[in-house]
Every structure is written in C-alpha cells, then in structure tokens.
C-alpha cells in the first residue's frame, strides 16, 4: 500500500475500533445494571462474572455489530476527509474514486475475514459458555412442558411420547412403532421410558409389543426392558441460542439429523447458517457504500452526512431484523430472507457509484 492508502486504512481501522470500544462499553454497563440482581443472588464474584460471561458477552456484540459499525466508521472518516477538501485534493491529483476505495476495501476484507472465522468456530464456543451461564444464573429454570411429541427415528421407526419430564429425565406413555413397506410390523407402548445415565440407554417399564404378521398378531409383555434409542435427554434440554453454539460444520450435521427425524421447522438454523457466510459480504457492501455516500463535501457540514449514514444504518438494521425474523418463522425463504437487505444496499451502492464523481 502506498502512503495515501495508509491514511485512510489507519483512519478507518482506529475509528472502528473506537466506536466499537464506546459502544460495547455502554452496552456492558446497561446489561449488567439489569442483571446485578441476580449476580447477587447466586454470590458470584466480580471475576466469576467477568472471566464466565462477559468476556463472551463482548466478543458476541462485537461480533453483531461490527457490520453497522464498520458502515459508521467508513461515513465518519470519508466526511471528515471531504469536509476538509482531502478528498477534493485527492482527485484533483488524478487518483480515481475508484482508487480511493482501494484501503477501505482492504479494511473491510480485513474485518470480513476475521468475522467469517469467529462466526464460523470461534463464537460457538463463547456463545455456548455465555447461554450455560445465562441459563444458570439469569434465566428461570427450564421445564420441557410439550405434549404429543413425535420423533422419526429411522426409516420406518416413529417414536411418540405424551409427555416428557426433563427433571428425572422420564417420558410418559411412551410408543415406539416400526414400519415396513408401508406397513405396521412392530408396536411397543409403555407407561414410562427413563434415562440410565450409567449406561446411557434407555430403560422401557411396562410395556406391550405387538407384532404383527398379515393378518396375525402376537402381544409380549414385560416390566422391564433396556434399549438404545437415536434420541437423548439432551434433545429435550433447553434450546436457549442453541443454534449460535454451533459450528459451521455441526449446524450442517444438526439440520441433517433433525430433517432426518422429520422436522420442519428449522428456519431458526438455517438463518444462523446463511447469516454467517453473508455477514461478512455485508460488511465489504456497508463499508464500500460508506464511502460513495460521503465522498462528496457538503455545503451543510460533515454531520449531515454523519446523520444519513446513521439514517442508512438504522434501514439496514431494520431490515435485518425484520428477514431474520421472517426466515426463521418459514414465511421466506431463509437465504433470501438474510441476503436481501445485503443485496438491496449493494444494487443502492453501485447506483451511487456510477452517479458519483469520478
């Protein structure tokens, strides 16, 4: 890089590093005013807290916001430079706006690239030590209280309980049913199906098994019965940012075996899988049109175009919300729903590009 990109990539890098050091510590003060209740009540130490939850807090909002606050960064440093004729100098010199793009584009890939990698290993990990402490400490005890659950648990083996205590990890009127062609051939029912946490089976009380040949049936009975089953209690634990623990390659792996056990509504996984790989597109698409949207200088001052890039911000803020929401209720597609508002204000990006003086 030449002396030039230096500048501005140096500008561009402490400024998002000061907005995202204000930001977060203005958030971590808020969050921990609403929770020191319940550091109290559990006796937890100032370190305790600190080193088990917000370590992982900060890392979890740096990581979300850095899209916004990169766009944020790259308004304010291309203001203040336009405010000050630097740009005008620029081009003036016979560097292209084209060129001028050159050290943000290096500083949002820079950013991209580290998104990309924490999004995909490192932040499962911390999100799941941050949900373990959020769920011993903050949040009220989790009780599984869904009733009629179905499970496929092989082709052609549907399991069914009528309800499930996560507690004593017991399920009631338990029904396991195997099928051939089409064809009921096995039926085992019980009053109760407990978890032996010794052997890591499942141990089946009172039951019935119906087997049925044609047109014949055969009933076996017993009190009591081991067997090893494709579930587990941890699938009827609490689900709190379960999706956020994982990695790239385990949600891959865990929407493969939900849809296997005939799940539907995985939306909430496939939009953390989409969001992951397409962050870091937006933070290259927010930080390029940063610089198309305050390249020019203003007879009204830098802070007009502060508060338009904040304006923007905000659009895209709302816009993400609102697809993450709709793809994970099913009512759009999950990958159109987190790419659009990426795509949209790259379409406004290139319009302002072109219209822009080069």
Known sequence: MKLLDLYIFRKFITTYCFAVGILVLVVCVIDYSEKTDDFIKHNLSFWQVFSEYYINFILYIVNLITPLIAFIATVFVTSKLAGHTEIIAILSGGISLKRILWPYFLGALLLAGITFFLNGWVMPKSNKEKA??????????FYFDARHVHFKLDSGLYAYMQSYNNLNATGYQFTLEKFKQKQLIEKLSADLIVWDSTTYRWK?????????????????SGT???????????????????????????????????????????GIYYVEKYQ?????????????????????KSRQGTSVQIAIGFALAFVFLILVIIGRSMGQADSLHPAFAVGGPSVLFAIIAFVLYLRAPK
């Open 132 to 141: 373990q402490f959020e769920i011993n400490y903050t949040r009220s005890k």
């Open 204 to 220: 089946i009380e009172r039951y019935k098994i119906h087997y049925f040949d044609n047109e014949t049936e055969r009933i076996s």
């Open 224 to 266: 009591n019965m081991d067997t090893l089953l494709a579930i587990t209690p941890n699938d009827f634990e609490s689900k709190h940012l379960h999706q956020e623990t994982l990695t790239l390659p385990q949600i891959d792996m865990y929407i493969r075996e939900q849809l296997a056990r005939g799940m539907s509504n995985l």
């Open 276 to 296: 992951r790989y397409l962050s870091p597109f937006a933070i290259i698409i927010l930080t390029m049109m940063g610089v198309v949207v305050s390249a020019q």
